[in-house]
């Protein structure tokens, strides 16, 4: 069973950084593709960042240049350095993994909450 869990979300002021860690378990993470999305109150859940399993990368235009997506093949894990936060980066972010043969899994989720 593959299973991604996330932390490292939380408060924090507007200007700040946070650091989002998914770790999965259950499978062969390099075949894995990757990414983080978010879903604020009452909006659609959106994509943040993805990674492909050959490291290729791609943001959404509202984080492009604040955000970075990276992952570790050792720690079987991803992460999201976010920086310059902002309030309209509120939101509960998830970590997604799809696998070559189109399974798709999602973590729990972690609040992040940005203060102004």
């Known amino acids: 069973q593959v299973q991604l869990v996330e932390s490292g979300g939380g408060l924090v002021q507007a200007g700040g950084s946070l650091r989002l860690s998914c770790t999965t378990s259950?499978?062969?993470?390099?075949?894995?593709?990757m990414g983080w999305y978010r879903q604020a109150p009452g909006k659609q859940r959106e994509l943040v960042a993805r990674?492909?399993?050959?490291?290729?990368?791609n943001y959404a235009d509202s984080v492009q240049g604040r955000f970075t997506i990276s992952r570790d093949s050792v720690k079987n894990s991803i992460y999201l350095q976010m920086s310059s936060l902002t309030p309209e980066d509120t939101a509960v972010y998830y970590c997604?993994?799809?696998?070559?043969?189109?399974?798709?899994?999602w973590g729990q989720g972690t609040q992040v909450t940005v203060s102004s």
């Open positions: 997604k993994a799809g696998s070559i043969v189109g399974n798709i899994y």
């Open positions: 259950g499978t062969i993470f390099r075949t894995l593709a």
């Open positions: 990674i492909t399993t050959g490291g290729m990368v």
